[in-house]
């Protein structure tokens, strides 16, 4: 019975996060936001159409946008991530003329770019505008011989989300500067932690919340593995996070990760979080995660650790917190996510595709509009950006969001990023779990990840 109840929490922990389904602007399906459309005087119908595979439902609204302003017919299907590298593979493989426009996030890039997904954007003339976008974000797009292959329309540096009421309570200030002192290394993270403790709050949901700030540093470095000193002090943060009971125990876009973000929730266990104790499906709706918690123990969080895609998930969940959050530095640069958007190289209409590209990341009307729209999200191109840096956003104290968004962005180190980050980052966070929840120690945990990763990449070579 645990094991059937466990699948089902992974079932719907799936179904919350990810998304199916297919959206043809032709047919005029609605979006589930407000209409792309407003303002504009559609034009006339031009006879040309581009086929789109998406993985999230932004492109959706610039889909429909560009087909208000040009005229061409724009077919938008969104796809699951666990599934769409492999649809777009296949449909290579199999000599496919659609999708004309794809997508991948940032640690998809490296295999498909491997195996000729995307085309040549310099071919279309992309190295002119090399300047016009946030530095990462372009070196995100290139491949491994510097060719640009996709370009993103927004930037996604991490900070940390904070509740400013609690700050006041607790430390006496709430100023953004000052409370990134709290969070400025590891060994702080931890003293933070018990201060919040000690005056009856919790620092995170659970220690998930730093993995943004896990070593701003390259996993594999001239051939080596580097298993660095701040990836190690990271993984006794974890741990002493988790057994010190610090944290709330409520996994990532569980349903008391988003109630955190409003008040109170309950304080699970340790073994709720992972699953060895099933008497709390922390998947359920909110009523019945309230009514299996009742009667249990409450405290509010403090922070959260997000890109700044965040910005869009706390403002839907905030509810009466609203206004009294903040967002600060981390204690290393990191970023997460981003649709970075291209041309398949099968593609026959690589022209038309590379102006519906350049109206979705170059475009400074649609930038502008993406910012209002979205209610809070950045875009890369830097002279919107910086048009909008003093902008103040009323959910979080009318706080500057995209200065210090665009200061996030300038610390990111792209140079630092691997092929091998995916694979060999999710043994890591395997071994530190297996530490923190006392399947091993620490010794034992790390040979088992140098065992992981030879295994997976012998041309690796490895100090232990």
Request: charged content about 25%; overall charge negative; proline content about 4%.
């Amino acid at each position: 019975m645990k094991t059937v109840k466990k699948l089902l929490a992974l079932t719907l922990a799936l179904v919350m996060v990810l998304s199916l389904g297919a959206v043809a602007f032709a047919d005029e399906e609605a979006s589930t936001k407000a209409d792309p459309t407003e303002g504009i005087e559609p034009a006339e119908p031009n006879g040309e159409k581009l086929v789109v595979w998406t993985l999230a439902d932004d492109l959706v609204d610039f889909g429909a946008r560009y087909q208000a302003v040009t005229g061409t017919e724009m077919e938008v299907v969104v796809i699951a991530p666990e599934d769409y590298p492999t649809k777009v593979q296949t449909a290579l493989v199999g000599g496919e003329k659609e999708p004309d426009i794809i997508v991948g996030e940032p640690q998809m890039l490296g295999d498909m770019f491997s195996y000729g997904a995307f085309a040549d954007l310099d071919a279309l003339g992309a190295e002119d505008y090399a300047d016009q976008i946030v530095d990462y974000v372009w070196e995100v797009g290139k491949d491994s011989d510097g060719v640009q292959r996709a370009i993103s329309f927004q930037i996604t540096p991490a900070g940390l989300f904070y509740r400013r009421d609690i700050a006041e309570t607790v430390f006496g200030t709430s100023d953004p500067d000052e409370i990134g002192k709290l969070f400025a290394d590891y060994p702080t993270i931890l003293d933070t932690a018990q201060k919040l403790k000690d005056a009856g709050y919790r620092i995170f949901s659970s220690d998930s919340e730093i993995n943004y700030f896990s070593g701003d540093e390259a996993w594999v470095v001239d051939g080596k593995l580097n298993l660095s000193q701040a990836r190690l002090d990271y993984m006794d943060l974890v741990v002493a996070l988790y057994q010190g009971d610090l944290t709330a125990y409520a996994n990532q876009w569980s349903t008391p990760w988003y109630q955190a973000m409003s008040g109170p929730v309950p304080i699970l266990t340790a073994d709720i979080q992972n699953y060895a104790d099933d008497s709390v499906n922390v998947w359920a709706s909110a009523d019945e995660f309230a009514e299996a918690t009742e009667g249990l123990q409450q405290a509010e969080v403090f922070a959260f650790g997000l890109p700044s895609w965040g910005v869009l998930t706390m403002r839907d969940n905030v509810g009466e917190t609203s206004g009294k959050w903040g967002v600060c530095a981390g204690p290393a640069y990191g970023f997460g996510g981003g649709t970075f958007i291209g041309i398949s190289e099968l593609s026959e209409k690589k022209e038309l595709a590379w102006d519906f590209v350049k109206f979705c990341t170059l475009n400074e009307d649609t930038a502008e509009w993406w910012i209002t729209f979205s209610e809070g999200d950045t875009v890369s191109l830097k002279s919107v950006m910086e048009a909008h840096k003093d902008d103040e956003n009323p959910v979080y104290g009318n706080q500057k969001m995209n200065a210090l968004w665009l200061e996030l962005a300038e610390g990111i180190d792209y140079s630092k990023v691997t092929q091998y980050d995916k694979i060999i980052g999710d043994a890591w966070g395997a071994a530190i779990s297996a530490v923190k929840t006392g399947v091993s120690t620490k010794e034992e945990a790390i040979e088992e990840f140098y065992d992981t990763v030879a295994y997976t990449y012998p041309e690796i070579e490895i100090e232990r």
